[in-house]
Nanobody
């Protein structure tokens, strides 16, 4: 049973930083792609960043590129999202996801955490 548990969310002022963590368990994740998504009130869930567990290749949404960094620690089975220069528009529930398919995080091949709230005040 795959479990993804996010932590590290909270309230921060604009320009501040937060680091989200996603502790993964239940599988060997070496062939997985791990990602962060977010959903703001009244909006659809959107892609933030992704990393391949094996090689560490990363990809980012344009809105966060240069401000956010995704990484993984294989020894701890944990994925991180370092968020710097936060803006009020980054306010959302952030979700960790793991995909063992083609990296598109389809419902059939992906697992999701419960989410952690990030609120950025202006």
């Amino acid at each position: 049973q795959v479990q993804l548990v996010e932590s590290g969310g909270g309230l921060v002022q604009a320009g501040g930083s937060l680091r989200l963590s996603c502790a993964a368990s239940g599988r060997t994740f070496s062939s997985y792609v791990m990602g962060w998504f977010r959903q703001a009130p009244g909006k659809e869930r959107e892609f933030v960043a992704t990393v391949t567990w094996s090689g560490g290749s990363t990809s980012y949404a344009g809105s966060v590129k240069g401000r956010f960094t995704i990484s993984r620690d294989s020894a701890k089975n944990t994925v991180y999202l370092q968020m710097n220069s936060l803006k009020p528009e980054d306010t959302a529930v952030y979700y960790c996801a793991a995909d063992h398919g083609d990296g598109t995080y389809s419902p059939r091949t992906s697992y999701w955490g419960q989410g952690t709230q990030v609120t950025v005040s202006s």
